[in-house]
């Protein structure tokens, strides 16, 4: 065969493919404005109630991580909430020594190993938080949730750490929700789990499951709520710039859409035009801030965030005592570094993704928004389209 045949055989080719690239896209929904309804009074007091510490008067709160693969602001968020109102003592966990790595971005140093906390607390934690990972069925992480479970802790899932706890089998029978994205996923491989729309939060007993990302921060203030009362969680709520905290979540506006597909597609086609978007550490900065910063630019399938430490420290320690390990993020600069320094976390976030969609576009935006399952702030005058 010629070239010239080999040549036109791949054009064909392409053609075809973005011709039924083309019919998947037209069949994709698009966006809808759907309302959240509310959550009955009796249903709130439930939550609460449910919610209560089972063991001690100042609760202990673990939180569970593999070392190579935990997701940033489902680890680092709850942990920055809980510290921040001083309710519990908490404790960041690995499966093994040393640091525990983020995705999409951060690196931190854990407390302690799994053994180390069964070893310290053999009765186990009040409170066990299992954020997403890469893997679901780790064979330590669903051991050790089990054995918790088994000594009376309440299980406290984030966004699609639901798929940990259920593959531990601490779902079945049981009410629940999860990010958007993998719902789907998580109802076929567990069908004993009956899924709850319309809610941020589901409590079934001693288990609790949330919607996507950003759900990380009403559950912790209902924890906080149930832990300490409703002024500890409005006082941690106006630290975090956060008005309201209730269950309400509008399921139907989160899907695979159309302009979500189309824009994530353009993006990562676009892969000459990546960006490092470089994130300064400095002591006492605050972690809830620094983590959802971090991971909204590094979803945006234009730009990763890199992290650096002026000082040139080996590790920078947070305002709450989370130790975060600078990355090789000082070259990064010359692309552009973050906006979020001395802002309450809610408006950093707002900033954040105000400042990526001025830089790729309000879709990107969007994109970003719908994969933390954040309703997002106002659109911004003069940002692309």
């Not at 602001?73 to 510290?83: A, F, H, S």
């Not at 049981?174 to 809610?199: D, E, M, S």
């Not at 709450?320 to 010359?334: D, L, T």
Request: hydrophobic share 45%; aromatic share 6%.
């Amino acid at each position: 065969m010629s070239v010239r045949h080999v040549a036109w055989a791949g054009l064909t080719l392409l053609v075809l493919a973005l011709a039924g690239l083309g019919l998947w896209l037209s069949s994709l929904p698009v966006p809808a404005a759907v309302q959240a309804p509310p959550v009955p009074e009796a249903e709130v007091q439930a939550m609460l109630a449910s919610l209560k510490p089972p063991k001690r008067a100042r609760p202990l709160v673990a939180m569970v991580g593999l070392n190579d693969a935990t997701e940033t602001t489902d680890y680092l968020v709850p942990t920055g909430i809980l510290r921040r109102a001083d309710v519990a003592d908490v404790l960041l966990l690995a499966t093994g020594p040393g640091p525990v790595q983020l995705y999409p971005a951060l690196a931190v140093q854990p407390d302690a190993t799994l053994a180390d906390f069964d070893a310290r607390h053999p009765d186990g934690a009040d409170y066990v938080i299992v954020p997403a990972m890469r893997r679901d069925d780790d064979p330590a992480v669903l051991a050790w949730l089990r054995d918790q479970a088994g000594k009376g802790a309440i299980i406290v899932s984030v966004c699609a750490g639901a798929k940990v706890i259920a593959a531990a089998g601490l779902l079945d029978g049981r009410r629940a929700t999860t990010h958007w994205y993998y719902l789907k996923t998580l109802l076929g491989k567990h069908p004993a789990i009956t899924y709850v729309p319309n809610r941020r939060m589901v409590v079934d007993r001693n288990v609790a499951t949330t919607t996507g990302i950003t759900a990380s921060i009403p559950m912790m203030l209902t924890l906080i709520e149930a832990m300490g009362g409703r002024q500890k969680a409005a006082e941690a709520a106006r630290s975090l710039g956060v008005a309201q905290w209730d269950a309400r979540h509008a399921s139907g506006a989160f899907k695979f859409t159309r302009p979500f597909a189309a824009t994530v597609l353009g993006n990562v086609m676009a892969f000459w035009n990546r960006e490092q978007i470089g994130i300064e550490l400095t002591p006492g900065m605050d972690e809830v801030s620094l983590a959802l910063v971090a991971d909204a630019w590094s979803r945006t399938y234009r730009s990763r965030a890199v992290t650096f430490a002026a000082s040139g420290a080996a590790v920078v320690e947070s305002r709450h005592g989370i130790r975060v390990i600078p990355g090789e993020g000082a070259a990064a600069k010359k692309h552009g570094t973050a906006s979020w320094q001395d802002r309450k976390p809610a408006d950093a976030l707002d900033q954040a993704l105000a400042d990526i969609g001025a830089r790729y576009g309000r879709r990107t935006a969007d994109v970003v928004a719908m994969q933390l399952e954040y309703s997002g702030p106002p659109a911004q005058p003069g940002a692309a389209p």
